[in-house]
């Protein structure tokens, strides 16, 4: 959620306000993910990691801030260099921690997929933002654990909760909406 409402808040400020049903669909969209990313086996009262969960939130929002800013047609090669920075910092990390650095073979293929994957993403992403709003990109992008809930669903045989289920109707909402208000 914090991922997705850095990105609005500055998205506002860059671009104004959408029209009023947008702004609906883009609350439903952020009640849809607080939904759909519930956890119901944490004890209650207890947050764990919740402290390290705010600062990637706020990570990932200001990232999508800062790409969100790259001129038009500017895709690959702000994400290349930003992979190329990724690496040199992960590699720094393991050579001063002296961290085993080396992932099992069977897990190479599904590592490189996650990152072309990642990469097709932020690529989009970039595209939104390029092609509309900020704000409208960063809501969207936001929806992602609905796919993890479904994929979820279907691969691993889980169980969607009625909370879970709630949250998905509701960012189909928040789509359809979003998508009737942007016409």
Not at 114 to 142: H, T
Not at 153 to 165: G, K, P, S
Request: aromatic letters at 4%.
């Amino acid at each position: 959620v914090l991922a997705a409402t850095i990105p609005v808040i500055v998205g506002f400020t860059l671009d104004g306000l959408p029209s009023p049903i947008v702004l609906v669909g883009m609350g439903i969209a952020i009640v849809a993910v607080v939904f759909v990313s519930r956890v119901e086996d944490v004890d209650a009262g207890r947050s764990p990691g919740l402290g390290l969960a705010l600062v990637a939130g706020a990570g990932f929002g200001l990232f999508g801030v800062c790409i969100g800013q790259l001129s038009d047609g500017h895709v690959f090669g702000p994400l290349a260099l930003v992979r190329f920075t990724e690496a040199v910092m992960i590699g720094s990390l393991i050579v001063v921690t002296r961290s085993a650095w080396k992932p099992p073979r069977d897990l190479i293929l599904a590592i490189l997929a996650v990152g072309v994957l990642d990469m097709a993403g932020n690529g989009a992403y970039i595209l939104s933002a390029q092609a509309g709003s900020l704000a409208i990109a960063s809501v969207l992008s936001s929806l992602y654990p609905v796919t993890t809930v479904i994929l979820a669903t279907v691969i691993l045989r889980e169980r969607v909760t009625r909370v879970h289920a709630l949250g998905i109707v509701m960012a189909v909402a928040a789509v359809t909406l979003i998508a009737v208000g942007s016409a």
